[in-house]
C-alpha cells in the first residue's frame, strides 16, 4: 500500500498524508505552494485526519478534493476534483479530543490524466455543525508506486479510533420528499417542513 498523508485538523499524506489548519483558513485555488513537498503514489495514498484537533467539531461533515497543478502554473487552479464520497464524523463532545480516522486508500478522480513528477494538492474540508469551515491541504509530487519515497501504511500509522470518533452517512432531505404526501409541494408546507428539520437539529445538540 502507498504513502500516507497527515493533516492535523490535523490531515496528513502519502502512505499516510497529514496536514494541519486553522478554522476560516481557506486553502483553495491560486495560492502560493509550499517548497516542503510529500511523495504520494501516482494511483493514489492513505490519509490521516485528526478531526477534534480544534472545539466545535463533535459533529461535522467531511469533503476530501485535490486540485491538479499544471505544467508551469504556480499553484493548482481550483481543488474541483472530489476523491472521497462526502461523510459526517460524531465526536465524543465539542471540545477538543483526541484520536483520528484514516482511509488506507484514496483513488485518483476518474478522467483525469496524472503523470509521474506532477505537483498535486490534497485538500480535506470539515464543516462543524456551528457552521464553520475547516481547511487542510497538503502538497504532494507524484511518484511511482512502491516508491522508496513514501512511508508504507501500517495499522500503526493508519487507524481509526473508534472510541471517541463515529461516522454517519450524509442525510439529505430528498428521501423525505419521495415518499412524502402531495400536500408538502406547496412552498409554505416545504419551509414548515424546513423548520421543524433545523429546529431538530438544533435540539439534538443541546
Known amino acids: 500500500m502507498g504513502h500516507a498523508v497527515d493533516v492535523p485538523m490535523s490531515v496528513s499524506s502519502g502512505a499516510v ?9 481557506m486553502t483553495g485555488g491560486g495560492m502560493p505552494q509550499t517548497t516542503n513537498r510529500s511523495s504520494w503514489p501516482i494511483s493514489g495514498g492513505a490519509l490521516s485526519v485528526q478531526p477534534g484537533w480544534f472545539p466545535g467539531h463533535s459533529k461535522a461533515q467531511v469533503y476530501v478534493n485535490i486540485g491538479i497543478q499544471e505544467m ?19 465526536g465524543p463532545s465539542n471540545d477538543n479530543y483526541p484520536g483520528q480516522w484514516c482511509i488506507p486508500q484514496i483513488g485518483m478522480p476518474a478522467n483525469v490524466s496524472l503523470q509521474v513528477g506532477q505537483n498535486i ?11 464553520a469551515a475547516l481547511y487542510s491541504c497538503v502538497d504532494l509530487t507524484l511518484v511511482e508506486d512502491g516508491s522508496s ?7 500503526e500509522n493508519c487507524y481509526n479510533s473508534t472510541e471517541s470518533i463515529g461516522f454517519q452517512l450524509v442525510f439529505t432531505t430528498a428521501a423525505l420528499a419521495s415518499g412524502a404526501p402531495h400536500s408538502l409541494q406547496s412552498i409554505p408546507n416545504l419551509l414548515a417542513l424546513v423548520g421543524i428539520l433545523v429546529l431538530s437539529a438544533v435540539f439534538a445538540t443541546l
Open 17 to 25: 498524508t497529514k496536514a494541519s489548519g486553522a478554522d476560516g483558513y
Open 121 to 131: 494538492t490534497l485538500q480535506v474540508i470539515e464543516l462543524a455543525q456551528h457552521g
Open 72 to 90: 508551469g502554473a504556480l499553484a493548482p487552479p481550483n481543488m474541483s476534483h472530489p476523491v472521497v464520497p462526502p461523510f459526517e464524523i460524531t
Open 149 to 155: 519515497e513514501v512511508e508504507t501504511v501500517t495499522p
